[in-house]
């Protein structure tokens, strides 16, 4: 039995993935005090209805500066470089307040579909300075009684070719940056530019995320030089790489080379199914590659990978809800992931991520934060298959989302018309 005061609220008929029937959730102090069926102490009750019950969607690979900047430039559906161009000239007039402001659009959007941890990359170089990080910064400290916002500071435009980089980079990492991303294949000489960032991580005590192997062409990849450098400064589980588009054009035994590989090493991988889609194989006129690399394979292979959302309404992904749901069964279509393996998909954007960013205190478990998501879904692979609902979210025991269900107006249930 539990003491009358244990609770601040209960949730009532929740349906967790492992537990068989029905449960009960008390929080108390912001945490899971309990998980039982029929919890007999008074306190504030939530009806959830049987309703499913995750831990909150991770995202761990966005960006939050330079979403929503269609309408701001020309976008003829172009490549890589393009979209890189296209930004490099429009951060140069970004503002703090404009910065702020878009991703307040971002954030409030994925709140509403369930992410309730996210790491964002955010650009530090001579043309933009420290504004956007100066921006995001706030986001972080404005939105933290939703979302734990985590930022990678990264020189998008190359490190060793760009003076003045680095210099910034070291002041975003001692004025509080989380982390340290990078994009070696912007820069004239990307290995020296992966040990500079490994030398500045290590220096800082903080994780490192790269955006790598870009393309379509498997004949060269950067994946071994930052695989080498994991192992060699003892970074294992402290190192992630974004898109990984190559590993889509290995044969079957080198894509298990490969893995066995970033495994062995222990870096994670984050694929990001809309941008990858988008722009891979655009100069193809027929058989378009999709360029997505199979991270439910990578993960049976024992590599850590996470789904995640990348960029909203701009030129290197011109659409985006923020929802990890839908990209999730995004990336189901494009990857022919099977039934079996639906629920793995949602495990992509959860407890993966979760495992990536090196969330020790998560879950759905006694002792765990009360941070978690209920689903208008009876299981995982439900809700990833239907895309369904999230009908309310909770951080650190309070709800900080609320959605009606829609109702269908049979002709019983209509309100009769007055004359």
């Not at 309990?34 to 049987?50: F, H, K, M």
């Not at 190559?246 to 990001?272: H, W």
């Amino acid at each position: 039995m539990h003491a009358r005061a244990a609770f601040d609220r209960i949730l009532r008929q929740a349906r967790i993935p492992g537990r068989d029937g029905l449960v009960d959730i008390g929080i108390g102090a912001g945490r899971i005090a309990a998980i039982e069926a029929n919890l007999p102490a008074e306190a504030p009750v939530t009806e959830v209805r049987g309703r499913l019950v995750l831990p909150g969607f991770v995202d761990t690979h966005i960006h939050l500066d330079k979403a929503c900047l269609l309408g701001r430039c020309g976008h003829d559906h172009g490549n890589l470089a393009g979209a890189i161009k296209a930004v490099s000239e429009l951060k140069r007039g970004f503002t703090v307040e404009d910065v702020y402001e878009r991703g307040v659009r971002v954030l409030e959007k994925a709140i509403l579909k369930g992410t309730t941890h996210m790491r964002t990359h955010v650009e530090v170089d001579p043309r933009v300075g420290l504004r956007s990080f100066e921006a995001v910064s706030e986001l972080k400290r404005r939105f933290a009684w939703a979302i734990d916002l985590s930022i990678c500071v990264f020189p998008q435009e190359g490190l060793t070719n760009d003076p003045g980089t680095e210099e910034l980079l070291v002041e975003a990492l001692k004025s509080g940056a989380d982390l340290l991303g990078g994009c070696p294949y912007t820069d004239t000489n990307p290995k020296a530019q992966i040990d500079r960032l490994f030398d500045l991580a290590v220096r800082f005590g903080v994780d490192l995320d790269f955006h790598l192997d870009f393309d379509l062409d498997p004949s060269w990849m950067l994946m071994d030089e930052v695989c080498a450098q994991t192992q060699r400064r003892s970074y294992q589980g402290r190192v992630a790489v974004g898109h990984a588009t190559k590993l889509s054009a290995l044969p079957p035994e080198a894509f298990a080379r490969a893995a066995d590989r970033l495994a062995q090493a222990g870096v994670a991988v984050t694929g990001l199914p809309a941008t990858d889609v988008y722009l891979m194989g655009r100069d193809a006129t027929h058989n378009v590659p999709r360029g997505v690399a199979l991270l439910h394979k990578l993960v049976e292979r024992g590599v850590c990978c996470s789904i995640a959302t990348n960029n909203v309404l701009n030129p290197f992904t011109p659409f985006g809800d923020c929802s990890l749901l839908r990209m999730a069964n995004f990336y189901a279509h494009i990857a022919h992931v099977a039934p079996g393996d639906f629920g793995r998909c949602v495990e992509l954007v959860t407890t993966l991520p979760a495992r990536l960013m090196n969330l020790t205190d998560y879950g759905v478990a006694v002792g765990k934060p009360a941070t978690f998501v209920v689903i208008d879904a009876e299981s995982p692979a439900q809700a990833m298959a239907e895309i369904a609902d999230v009908a309310m979210a909770f951080r650190n025991g309070e709800q900080t989302v609320s959605r009606l269900s829609a109702e269908l107006l049979t002709p019983a249930r209509r309100p009769a018309e007055t004359m």
